[in-house]
């Protein structure tokens, strides 16, 4: 049996026109992890439910960019990861830094942000803003691929219930033994040999 990641984090929500699937933190966590491989969708991947990667791509999408407020607290937390910052211009620096951030989602500004994977854990020195922009253009690129898989799982699972829709249609339309026996002598043009005891 196949397992579904993820599966158990679901929490359906009635609203008047459908049901929405709602992801818990943790379990959009688990299936961002899962889309986050590098590795094309086959026939062999486990597949998240489409109701998951509906969601996730949804939750990309819909993210708006950082507020002026959040950029700027996300200058604040980058420059927390480095104790010996002095710029001659720091009020300048500070608007600048707030501007790249501004141009991306909050949460890829945090990400860019985190001390162990983000911008302080790979700079020594306080970043200028154009090694900002690329850190935080690199998780953009992560989060493409991400949505891209999400994409493709459901492609892919529609493929093999499509699939599996007609090998089932194809065994219901076999026909007995004698039937097919006598197919295949119309075929050949045999003439079909008498069975014992008839």
Same mark, same amino acid.
Do not use: W
């Given at each position: 049996? %196949? =397992?579904?990641?993820? *599966?158990?984090? +679901? ?12 992801? /818990? &933190? ?16 086959s026939m062999t991947t486990a597949l998240l439910p489409s109701e998951i990667c509906r969601e996730v791509v949804g939750r990309l999408d819909s993210e708006?960019?950082?507020? %002026? =407020?959040?950029?700027? *607290?996300?200058? +604040? ?12 211009? /720091? &009020? ?107």
């Amino acid at each position: 049996m %196949t =397992r579904n990641p993820g *599966a158990s984090n +679901l929490v359906p929500m009635k609203t008047q026109r459908q049901t929405l699937c709602v992801l /818990s &933190e943790s379990g959009y966590a688990r299936a961002v992890a899962i889309l986050s491989s590098a590795a094309p969708v086959s026939m062999t991947t486990a597949l998240l439910p489409s109701e998951i990667c509906r969601e996730v791509v949804g939750r990309l999408d819909s993210e708006p960019l950082a507020t %002026t =407020r959040e950029a700027d *607290a996300l200058v +604040l937390l980058l420059l927390r990861g480095y104790l010996d910052f002095k710029a001659h211009d /720091s &009020e300048g620096y500070f608007t600048a830094m707030a501007q790249v951030f501004a141009a991306y989602p909050a949460s890829v500004g945090h990400k860019s942000c985190d001390p162990v994977t983000g911008v302080p854990g790979r700079l020594k020195f306080v970043p200028k803003p154009a090694e900002l922009k690329e850190a935080l253009d690199a998780e953009m690129r992560r989060r493409d691929l991400i949505k891209a898989n999400a994409l493709s799982h459901m492609q892919e699972r529609e493929e093999r219930q499509r699939q599996a829709k007609a090998e089932a249609e194809l065994i219901a339309n076999r026909g007995t033994m004698e039937e097919r026996a006598k197919q295949i002598a119309k075929l050949l043009k045999v003439r079909p040999m008498p069975m014992e005891g008839a």
